[in-house]
Each structure stands twice: as C-alpha cells, then as structure tokens.
C-alpha cells in the first residue's frame, strides 16, 4: 500500500512540476494580453535618493558624514526589492501590477526608475509598494526575472531574498569596508515594509503618449538612524537579525513622496 | 547527468554525486565530515538523499526552505562547491550537449537559473526509495521474522514519536541529548535559543548505507546509536522533552537493529547485483 501511495504522490508531483513548467514557457512566449477594451499606458515610479536631513545629494563612492553618528563612509553599493505595486482606482479598486519585483540599483540611473507598463488609462488617487519581496516569494522555489537567483541577491544557507545590500568603505570600521545584507520575511525579523502614498493632492492621470511620473525620496543616512555609529557594528552582516531588521526598516519607513 | 558533473564547482574538482554516492544511498561514503574544493571539511555529515519531494524543509539546521533552493546551498557554500549560481550557468550555456537537452526539456535557447533548478529538482525528486522488507511487509508480500516484529513493536513505543512512519521522520528539529555539541544547529536559522542544539529528525531508512550518524557523523555504527538512546543522552534546556534515557537490554537492542535492517532498499542503493 505505502509504495502505491508514495509512486501516486510522485506522479502527482511530476504533473504540478511538469504543468507549472509549460505554464512558465507559454508567459515567457506570449505574454498575456490585458483586456482588449481598455487602454493602457504606463507611468513611472522613480527612486531618488538623498542624505541626511540637509538632503544633499546621495551619490555611490562618494564621502559622506553621518550628521547624528559623525561616522564617514562610502557606498559602493545599494541595492534593494520594490514589489507588489498597486495604484488606486476612482472606485476606490486597486489595480496590481502582474509579476510586481523590482531590483533598485543606485548604481545605475536606469535602474532607479520602474516603469510601470499595461496600466488602464485613468486617475488613480493612491499608490502602494512594498519595500523588500513578500513572504510568499521568499518560500516558492525557482523564479526569474528579479526573482532570479542569480541576481546575487538570495541567501543559500538560510533561504530568503536579500531585501537590501548596502556595501562601502568607511574609517569607522575594523578592515575599513562594511556591507550590511539586510533580510527576513517572517517573525520578528520581518524587514518587509508596505508603503502607501495618497495622491489626492496631485492625482496620477495615466494616459497613452504621456509620462507620468510619481518620485519616491529615499534616505540611506536612516540606515544608521536607530542601530547608531558603525563603530558598535559588526563590520559584516549577512543575515537576518535585530539589527539588520532595525536598520531596514529604519531606511524603508522614512521613504517619501517627492 | 548535472548531479554528477564537477562543473557545478568552481574548479571542476566536486560534483553533488562527490559527497552524494548512490551507493551509499546518496551520503558519503562513510565519511563523517565532507571534503569539498581545495581539500576544506565541511561543517556537518553530508546526509542521504531520498524521499526528499515528502521533506519541509532541507539541510540538518532547515535552512533551505524549497526543493528547487536546495542545490543553491552547497554550489555557493564556500566549503563545498565554492561557486556562484550565475556563473554556474553562464558555463552550462558554453555546453552545447546541456543546451540541447535543456531546449528538449523545457524548450529554451539558452538555459537560466530557473530552469537549472527545476532540472535539479526533477532529479532529486525523483530519487524515491520504498523497497525495502518492510515495505513489502506493509504491503503483505511477507512477515517480519519473531525478531523483526518484536523490534518493530519496540521501535512503535520508543522512536515512532520522531521518526514517525512510513518515511521515519516527522521532519521536526530536535535536540537529541549528544555530548559537546558545540553546532548550534536550527537556532543558526532561527536565532532563537530555544533552538539550540536542534537538528532535523534524519528517517531510519537505509541506515546501513549512510553511516555514519548524527549531524556530525559522530558514531561510526548502529550499536553507538542505541548506546546513546539508551544511557548517554545528556541533558540540557533544549533537550527534547520526549526524550528521556530508554535503557534498553541487551535483547531489545538486538531486536531493534533486526528491525532497523528491514529498512535497507538494497535496490536503491544499487546492492542488488554487487
């Protein structure tokens, strides 16, 4: 009886895995059209950053001073998840963007902007994201696109997205170099943030032929906000912790509407 | 065939099938400890590989949480395979013969990670192993012997509630009593102390191919097992509160081992024809 149940089980599974696979190759060929009566368009979602409370300009492998901790530091690398985006419609609806994950790249001008694409035309009211990747995409096994481990931004040993890499080079620290790999999805360690902005003031028109465009101000200085000079710091942390967590969500919740 | 191709590492010294040796029902070869690129030990025993598609999670500690994940662990370990997931596939794709069987499989030009993963998964799900005596007894083909039976039934009263039947596991994290642990096992994931000193319940099948035993491979055989059960648990705030000494006699541990053997599948471990 135990074989019968064990090979049924098997079969099953080859089925889903099997299914799931010509599912993916059909998406990747053809993507799915969006309902033929509406028009679509697109707007952008950009990602500005600055430091500190003056909000001077934030630039990579450039020197900055921590204005509360006096620390000087520079980035080399910030990168981090955007996903789940979702606008609010007239009728009070949210409409989701499909396949919603995003890699933001200080490094590259290009990729601090998501442009959002296949959006009904209309004027939406509000705007949500989360900062970080959802729970259920850290425990779903093999993705692509942002999802892609690949991106260098997964953890092997102890299996969840890496929300946030900020990496740089300070006097502050033993070995002269830091990098903080920001993470967790669950428990007290859950650094994924939702944020949303209303848009009443200055509603988002999405229109065919038009760019709009909502700026989201992001401040990397609140990294250091609560957890305080890199001097009491481990240097290196690569893993979910209080820390981490503490700084994440420190950086994510101070995010604002330009 | 990717199992089993050293290219997976970053010198192309160690494939999976290195410290996964189907003869040893995917462990290592006895070893307690694996040696992966530039002759590094690992930190933990390179468990046995079956029934994984029943697994929650993977890895002593659980800190693989998706089938499709596990491969990543040891490829991009620094100990182990000491590689990086891109550039694993960027060499994949220099391979024309795993082009084309990927563009047979999945129909693909160009192979990604997603798709190297699910090829993974394919394969280690599809390592089942449920042939062993015990498994014909279930299925009524034949009896336990007196012996058999009499540690089958003591196996139901002192380790059934772990190692829970038919797979011998309950795939739950457990502190079972071991001397000088100094791993701290599933708190490394969780960061909890009540975590410490936890591992995953590893199943009872094919024990006689995947000595040896316990997270460190710690004891070379079966009897240094039982020794434990018996009298050597010690006791710590973490211990498994399940758990207390089981003092067998000398009896019952032979009929305990008789028992255990019933679990070997000496067809999946490619005994049958030696």
Redesign the interface.
């Known amino acids: 009886?135990?074989?019968i149940k064990?090979?049924g089980?098997?079969a099953l599974?080859?089925m889903i895995?099997f299914t799931q696979?010509c599912k993916?190759?059909d998406d990747n060929s053809n993507p799915t059209p969006t309902s033929t009566d509406t028009t679509t368009a697109h707007f952008h979602l950009q990602f500005n950053h600055v430091w500190a409370m003056a909000e001077s300009p934030f630039a990579l492998n450039t020197e900055l001073i921590h204005p509360m901790t006096g620390d000087t530091m520079k980035f080399t690398m910030l990168r981090y998840y955007v996903s789940n985006i979702q606008v609010k419609k007239t009728d009070g609806t949210w409409w989701s963007e499909a396949n919603s994950y995003h890699i933001i790249d200080v490094s590259d001008a290009e990729q601090t902007e998501i442009e959002v694409d296949d959006v009904p035309e209309g004027t939406y009211s509000a705007i949500r994201f989360m900062f970080g990747v959802d729970s259920a995409h850290?425990?779903?096994?093999?993705?692509?696109g942002a999802l892609?481990?690949?991106e260098?931004m997964?953890w092997?040993?102890?299996?969840?997205y890496i929300m946030m890499k900020a990496e740089g080079t300070s006097n502050q620290v033993s070995g002269g170099s830091f990098s903080y790999h920001i993470g967790g999805f669950s428990?007290t360690?859950n650094v994924v943030t939702q944020k949303e902005f209303s848009l009443e003031s200055s509603p988002l028109t999405v229109k065919e032929n038009t760019h709009p465009e909502i700026v989201v101000k992001a401040n990397p200085a609140r990294l250091f906000h609560t957890v305080g000079s890199m001097t009491s710091l481990s240097a290196t942390i690569h893993m979910?912790?209080a820390t981490t967590t503490q700084m994440g969500k420190d950086f994510f919740d101070a995010a604002v509407l330009e | 065939m990717l199992f089993f191709d050293p290219v997976l590492s970053v010198d192309s010294t160690i494939s999976c099938g290195s410290c996964h040796n189907k003869l040893f029902a995917y462990s290592d070869r006895g070893s307690s400890l694996s040696t992966g690129i530039n002759q590094q030990i690992g930190i933990r025993n390179s468990p046995p590989i079956f029934?994984v598609?029943?697994n929650k999670s993977f890895?002593w500690d659980g800190?693989?949480?998706?089938?499709?994940?596990m491969p990543?662990?040891p490829?991009?370990?620094e100990l182990e395979m000491g590689e990086?997931?891109?550039h694993v596939?960027a060499k994949l794709n220099r391979i024309p013969e795993y082009r084309n069987q990927f563009k047979q499989a999945?129909?693909?030009d160009s192979i990604?990670?997603?798709?190297f993963?699910?090829a993974m998964?394919?394969f280690l799900?599809?390592l089942?192993s449920?042939?062993s005596a015990y498994?014909s007894v279930?299925?009524g083909l034949k009896p336990f012997s007196v012996t058999e039976q009499s540690g089958y039934d003591l196996y139901k009263q002192k380790c059934a509630t772990c190692h829970a039947e038919?797979l011998f596991t309950d795939y739950s994290f457990r502190n079972n009593g071991l001397a000088n642990t100094s791993d701290s096992g599933r708190m490394?994931?969780?960061?909890l102390p009540e975590d410490r000193n936890k591992f995953k319940v590893p199943s009872l099948r094919n024990l006689d191919y995947s000595f040896p035993y316990m997270h460190d491979g710690r004891f070379k055989t079966l009897p240094e097992v039982l020794d434990h059960y018996s009298e050597n648990i010690i006791s710590s705030p973490t211990l498994d509160p399940e758990l207390k000494p089981m003092y067998f006699s000398e009896t019952e541990k032979e009929q305990l081992l008789a028992f255990l053997k019933t679990l070997n599948d000496p067809g999946f471990a490619g005994r049958l024809n030696p």
């Open positions: 009886m135990k074989t064990l090979s089980i098997l599974f080859i895995v696979s993916n190759d850290n425990v779903s096994g093999a993705q692509d892609s481990v690949s260098g997964f092997s040993w102890n299996n969840g428990g360690n979910p912790g | 029934n598609l029943w890895m800190g693989v949480n998706h089938l499709e994940f990543l662990a490829i991009e370990n990086k997931i891109k596939i999945y129909g693909i990604t990670d997603k798709y993963l699910f998964a394919q799900g599809s089942i449920a042939n498994d279930q299925l038919p490394r994931i969780t960061l």
